[in-house]
Each structure stands twice: as structure tokens, then as C-alpha cells.
């Protein structure tokens, strides 16, 4: 059959079918060495795995961390309106804690490229990842501390309601719906077990 009896989809799957076959004849026949051969298995070996899930973590670490920067700006520009010298001393509190929350998400979410910059080239990537994974946790956990705190601030300064508490618990509430209990409810449901 040609291309177009195909469709393009399976022009794609018979070219990918193609070049792993080429891969395998080129390797001897047969998986390559040190790759995970199993049915769901990218076929990759160790360091084309920590490439690969540095590379995941790169993109993720872009999208929070624009978020950090546009927050921490707002939240910097704060301090020099003439609205900040009329808050209470419970409000400037709260300022002073989401502002230092910002910073220290920040330097979770920096940190991962500062580490892949100072241990790079020593042949310890797969470790890199690891650490960097735990700082971009860390980032996240910090972010929803940041994100809470500066929503109680302005619900606090916009109203006096008595359901500010409530807002902010309803809005807690689907960070850690969105953010940890949907993944790890996907994680522990979905997935696949390897065989070693």
C-alpha cells in the first residue's frame, strides 16, 4: 500500500517501525544493551533516560517559574504604593511573609540550574535530576505557601468579609486537588509495574 492508503498516522508508525528495526539489525538483532526493553519501555539506556527527564523537568521549572517572577513583581511593587503604608500591622506581617515565601520559591525553582551548572560534565546527571527534582517539589510546595499567603493579603486589604477564610480554604483546597492529589491518585492507579 502507499502513503496515502495509509493517511499520514500510519505513514509516521511504519517510518518510526522502519528506523527501530534499522536500530535493532544495527545493535545485532536485538534490543540494545543497557536500554529498558520492556513492552512499554522507551528503549533508552541510563543516560538517554537522565537527558530525557532532565529535558521534562527544564520545561516544567519555565512554566512555574514565569509565575514566580510575574507574583514576586507585583509583590515588590507593593511596598512603594501609598496603599501599603494604611495596612495594620497584621496585613504588613503577611506582606513580609508572602514576599519571603516568593523569594524562597524562587530559589527552589533557580536551583536545579544552578546544580545541573555546577556538577555538569562530572558523569553524575541521573543524580542531578534527582536533586533537582526534590528542589522543583520543594519550589512547588513553596509556591502554593506563596500563592495562599498573598490571596489571604488581598482578600484581607479588598473586604472585611467573614468568608475570607472560607475563599482562601475553597481556593487551598483546589491547589492540592490540582497540583498533588490528582497526580498522585494517577501515579498509584495508573502506573506500570516493571519487570526486572
Not at 112 to 123: A, K, L, W
Not at 157 to 177: C, M
Request: charged share 25%; aromatic share 8%; net charge negative.
Amino acid at each position: 500500500m502507499t502513503d496515502r492508503e495509509h493517511g499520514h498516522g500510519e505513514t509516521v508508525r511504519v517510518e518510526e517501525d522502519r528506523r527501530g528495526a534499522e536500530r535493532s539489525s544495527q545493535d545485532g538483532g536485538g534490543p540494545r544493551p543497557g536500554t529498558d526493553d520492556g513492552p512499554r519501555g522507551r528503549q533508552e539506556t541510563p543516560d538517554e533516560r537522565a537527558d530525557r527527564q532532565w529535558q521534562d523537568l527544564l520545561q516544567e521549572i519555565r512554566v512555574v517559574q514565569t509565575g514566580v517572577q510575574i507574583l514576586l513583581g507585583f509583590l515588590l511593587t507593593v511596598v512603594f504604593t501609598p496603599r501599603y503604608a494604611e495596612l495594620g500591622p497584621t496585613d504588613e506581617a503577611i506582606y513580609v511573609l508572602t514576599v519571603v515565601l516568593g523569594f524562597l520559591t524562587a530559589g527552589a525553582l533557580i536551583g536545579p540550574v544552578s546544580f545541573h551548572r555546577i556538577v555538569s560534565g562530572r558523569q553524575i546527571k541521573h543524580k542531578a535530576v534527582d536533586w533537582a527534582s526534590r528542589l522543583t517539589f520543594t519550589g512547588i510546595l513553596l509556591l502554593v505557601a506563596t500563592l495562599t499567603s498573598a490571596l489571604v493579603l488581598i482578600l484581607r486589604v479588598a473586604t472585611d468579609n467573614e468568608f475570607v477564610p472560607w475563599l482562601v480554604g475553597g481556593v487551598l483546597a483546589w491547589y492540592l486537588l490540582c497540583w498533588f492529589a490528582l497526580p498522585f491518585w494517577a501515579r498509584a492507579r495508573h502506573t506500570v509495574q516493571r519487570e526486572d
